[in-house]
């Protein structure tokens, strides 16, 4: 497990895969130790106008680089079925050994409402999360499996092609019910920054749920994906947020919200003010250190900076030189 990192977030809403692919191999070379890559179908907005296939990406990315990866997140069970989750898991595992994680979430109707399944309420959500988690596993071990369950089924199915150790399972988590269930059941944490009470709320339950299994909290890794906008100046940053990542202004839920097209409509209501405490909008680099910092004193030794900006390549240089070497990681 790679500790004490500083990682490079990538928007598949937003840009292109083969800029992408691109900036993750400067990432690397200017210190960043991982990539998180986000998994969708649809960008929020029209605007933003990319949505490439991610697993396809990561094959590219294990290739040309010596970075840690892993999706950021997959919803099984929707666009995927669990099997073909973990078959793509364990194909890249054992090309990359020790390099993959398998990032997991319960998924939004933007990107998975597409099969023309009904979209199920948030509690059913996390039902089939679980399920999906259970069939994973169990597939990983390498037994022939056969799943009769409430949302899924498997008949008679093995995997032949597995890595020597299976990739770990990491499951975004924001509530407190599931949070213990994600120490419990899985082997890390993925968060976003939110407010200091709600961040430990949810890392003392994650605990509680490892204990509860018998494991060591201290050992699991807790990733924690940011969000900022750097630019040379703070207007610009204010001005390319607003424009580039409006959803990050949308302080309520919206996981329901179906269509890039109605998230558009409603960026028309979002102004640089619905920014605080969500985006860090920002030209003073130390203020990203200082930003950063905070999160690694709390407990957070992976963290991955998603920069909403267009940006990329001037930002990834700006933290290389004046972000990255200032960071002071725990032991």
Known sequence: MLMGTLGYAASFEQFDPNDMLKWAQQAEQRGFGAVMASDHFHPWTPHQGQSAFVWSWMGALGAT??????????????????AVIAQAATTLETMFPGRFYLGLGAGEALSEHIVGEYWPEASVRLERLMEAIEIIEDLF????VKHRGKHFNVESAKLYTRPENPPPIYVATS???????????????????????KIRMLMERFEQGAKDAGKDPKTMPRLLQVKVCWDKTTEAATEAAVREWP???????KADIRNPEDFAAMAKLVEPKHFKNRVLISADLDEHVAYLQHYIDLGFQEIYVHNVGTNQAEYIDAYGEKVIPKLKWGE
């Open 65 to 82: 680089t010596n970075l840690r990866f892993g999706t950021g997140v997959t919803p099984p069970g929707f666009r995927y079925h669990p």
């Open 141 to 144: 071990s390498g037994k022939v």
């Open 175 to 197: 509530g407190p019910i599931m949070a213990r269930r994600t120490g419990r059941y899985t082997d890390g944490i993925i968060t976003v920054g939110a407010a200091d009470e």
């Open 247 to 253: 959803n990050g202004g949308m302080n309520f839920p």
